[in-house]
């Protein structure tokens, strides 16, 4: 076990606080995705079982954090709800990843007008608040797991697309693409096989901060009241409904839904922290 | 970019189900009832019609009357503008305090135990949403606590309508020298922008940090530390000045975060801002208010942006446009 240890600590020696930071993060999410995709092992109750006990018991016992106004065990729910926003965030992040980062392999490749344009609404997305636009995406797509994955996926497109644009227009310069170009390689090749592979590793960090801040969007929609229906377990709709309770001092109901939140996103942040400083070494000056 | 967002959205909200008149009407309201409805608001004319009809509007300023309520967008939107304004004002306030001065700090105790600690709690803070730190502040200090109020811009006690002028309520009770409502209002602003002010401050913490570590790296930093000049007074005056001009930059474009904070916030403070607006209106289906507090919230963005120019040159005088 300590031998097992060991290459975990030198890199420890080697990176510094950094190094800790992605492994607590790396630890968070690990244990976070064990428990959404085993669920049965850590959740004593059904999400929806409305027979668990008395409502609103505080703390303690056989409900570890409670229950709540319908009788349901607020760990239970906890532990069925991290599927929930897993889901909708990963996917978010895969879908927003690939669309930006393909729009902005074609509009910094290709130049022109179409560059132009793209560019031009990437940005006018980009500075507007992200999270007042999908409030208003999720509005008008309307209730659903896909609608609300749609409605978080749409505001981080630009995010992708800056950064890529921006490094496809300083790679397509470089003398390995204009030696394929002259060996006759298709623009297709000289996008994906030339290309590609050398912005994809800048997006890694961005992805991972990507979905830490996905988390808090879509558990700000669904605290919002828009977003997903009520048969959904969800830690954002779980909060909406504790606030209710907050004024008469149930403060369980609030309390663990909004760590989870916090924690999880914390997860991703501290992940993709480290990440970036480990393989930006130029950083690690500071 | 204020005329980008507003296509892309009337785009997309004319093109998505469920249309305003059958919210309005309720769902079984019967066919011919909806169609004069419909004659009514022009919502049967070709979209394109429509489209530069609204264009044409909003060029007038005009952001065309409510299709829930008979009222005007722009006079919702004037009476609930302030109220955000004052809310982001402070929680800005807020957050360039904590966040620069812990940055500069930490910046100064690069790699100590300090430095560690306040890194952390940048990191930390960014991750908590607004709305359960909101909802946590509210706990403590409002509920197990009991010192300050929760909810709404005024307690029970104070009537708005003896002082409201220009809706920013500090303002106002200065001017009309109401000072017992100047004090409730100033209670009932500590929570939510303390709120939003204090996950702000994360990202702040951090744009300090990386700048002042560049510039206490300054020759001229050095020379002062030479010339004897006490640290204190180089790393809060001479450094923390020439790094403030990157900070106000990105303060420029963190208005969209402290905008998407407010909405929260006063979603949770009940706080009756732009954001709830938006929230009711969108509830109720009428666009034309959506579409107005969005506008305005690019307005908003895009403006602050512009200020931010302006004080570039005031601040860096090297600076000439």
């Not at chain 1, 069925?80 to 927003?96: C, E, H, N, P, V």
């Not at chain 1, 229906?229 to 403060?251: E, R």
């Not at chain 2, 010192?147 to 303002?171: H, N, Q, W």
Request: net charge positive; with cysteine; glycine share 8%.
């Amino acid at each position: 076990m300590a031998r097992g240890l060991s290459p975990l600590m030198r890199m420890g020696k080697k990176y510094g606080l950094e190094w800790w930071i992605l492994l607590i993060g790396a630890v968070i999410i690990l244990a976070i995705i064990i428990m959404a995709i085993f669920p049965g092992a850590f959740a004593p109750f059904n999400p929806h079982d409305q027979n668990t006990g008395p409502q609103l018991l505080p703390p303690g016992g056989s409900h570890l954090m409670g229950t709540d106004n319908l009788h349901r065990d607020v760990w239970s729910r906890i532990v069925y709800g991290s599927q929930t926003i897993m889901r909708i965030a990963i996917l978010a992040a895969i879908l927003s990843s690939f669309s930006g980062i393909s729009l902005g392999l074609i509009s910094g490749f290709s130049g022109g007008i179409l560059d132009r344009i793209l560019s031009l609404i990437m940005d006018s997305v980009y500075v507007f608040p992200g999270l007042i636009l999908a409030i208003a995406f999720a509005a008008m797509f309307g209730p659903g797991v896909f609608n609300i994955t749609l409605a978080v996926a749409v505001i981080y497109i630009p995010t992708y697309f800056r950064l890529v644009r921006g490094q496809t227009l300083s790679i397509k310069e470089e003398l390995y693409v204009e030696a394929a170009r002259s060996i006759g390689a298709s623009s297709f090749t000289i996008l994906w096989k030339y290309i590609f592979p050398n912005v994809i590793a800048t997006t890694v960090v961005v992805f991972t901060l990507n979905v830490a801040d996905a988390i808090m969007i879509e558990a700000a929609l669904t605290y919002l009241g828009l977003g997903l229906p009520p048969s959904i377990v969800d830690w954002g709709m779980d909060l909406a409904m504790g606030k209710k309770f907050l004024p008469s001092g149930q403060w369980w109901l609030i309390t663990f839904p909004g760590a989870m939140i916090s924690i999880l996103a914390l997860g991703f942040t501290m992940l993709g922290e480290g990440l970036a400083e480990i393989l930006n070494p130029r950083l690690l000056e500071r | 970019m204020v005329l980008i967002l507003l296509s892309i959205l009337f785009v997309v909200l004319r093109l998505t189900p469920g249309d305003p008149v059958s919210a309005m009407l309720g769902g079984h309201a019967p066919e011919r009832v909806i169609e004069q409805k419909k004659e009514e608001l022009g919502l049967n004319r070709p979209m394109v019609i429509q489209y530069l009809d609204y264009l044409w509007q909003v060029c007038r300023l005009d952001l065309g009357e409510s299709m829930v309520f008979k009222q005007r967008v722009t006079t919702a939107i004037a009476e609930k503008l302030p109220a955000t304004i004052e809310l982001t004002f402070f929680g800005l306030i807020i957050t360039l305090f904590l966040g620069v001065f812990m940055g500069a700090y930490a910046a100064d105790r690069r790699r100590q135990i300090q430095d560690s600690a306040i890194r952390l709690y940048g990191i930390v803070v960014y991750c908590i949403p607004v709305y359960w730190m909101g909802l946590m502040l509210q706990l403590i200090f409002g509920i197990w606590l009991d010192i300050l109020p929760i909810a709404g811009r005024t307690g029970p006690r104070v009537f708005a309508s003896t002082f409201e002028k220009t809706g920013f309520y500090i303002l106002d009770t200065i001017l009309v020298r109401d000072f017992s409502a100047l004090g409730d209002v100033m209670i009932h602003l500590i929570l939510p922008s303390f709120t939003l002010g204090l996950v702000l401050s994360g990202i702040f913490v951090r744009l300090t940090r990386a700048n002042m570590l560049d510039v206490l790296r300054a020759d001229y930093i050095i020379a002062a530390e030479a010339r004897g000049i006490r640290h204190r007074k180089i790393v809060y005056k001479h450094a923390l000045k020439n790094a403030f001009i990157p900070i106000l930059t990105m303060m420029g474009l963190q208005v969209a975060l402290l905008m998407a904070g407010a909405v929260l916030t006063e979603t949770t403070f009940s706080w009756p801002g732009m954001g709830r607006l938006l929230l009711e209106r969108i509830y109720l289906r009428d666009y034309p208010t959506i579409q107005g507090t969005i506008i305005v919230f690019a307005l908003i963005v895009a403006s602050v942006s512009l200020i931010v120019d302006i004080i570039y040159a005031i601040v860096d005088p090297r600076i000439r446009y």
